[in-house]
């Protein structure tokens, strides 16, 4: 019976998303050159100090990296499903903050001058928790309010960018913020 209740959430996600399976990340259509530069144009929209060479970079590994993460992921459904995998054991990694960490740990091997990385949280205060992860890239020195989302857990290792005020599904919040309520919470 226990067996039964543990599987019926992955049975009734697999079913309610079938039909909105995202690519196989082989088959992920590759970022063209006009997103790369309209990322980059954003990445050194954040600030006048920000350093086109670094802009540049971020954009390319903000976009590669995350479909390298698909594959290691083994992704083959839409992101719920394979949260679901993920913790019924049948995956190892791709919660979102699997890739906020794997895609955060990555930028900073390139050791930015002018732009900073910022963890993020969401809709840690809603009664219905499903909370998401995500790593932020601002101007160095500014908030991760002032700074890009950087996310691509939401797509399957597609990545979706933007600012953190105009991302209408998330309500972002620093991560320690949110680890700090947490703690007061539990006294």
Sequence with gaps: MSRMMFLLPLVVTIFLSACDAPPHPADLPPQTAQQLAELTTGILALGPNVDVTEAKRAAKIAFEYPRQLAI???VTD???VHNAKVNAGLRTR???WHWAQD???RLTQ????TLDLHRA?????????IEHSTVIISQKGDTLYQGLVLDPWRNGGLLYWGSPQADTRYDWLPAQLVLDERAAEQG
Excluded: V
Aim: proline content about 8%; some cysteine.
């Design 110 to 113: 390139e050791n930015f001058k």
């Design 121 to 129: 949280i969401a809709n840690s205060r809603k009664s219905f928790r």
């Design 103 to 105: 895609l955060e740990r």
């Design 78 to 80: 839409p992101p719920l």
């Design 72 to 74: 290691e992921y083994r």
């Design 94 to 96: 791709g919660l979102c």
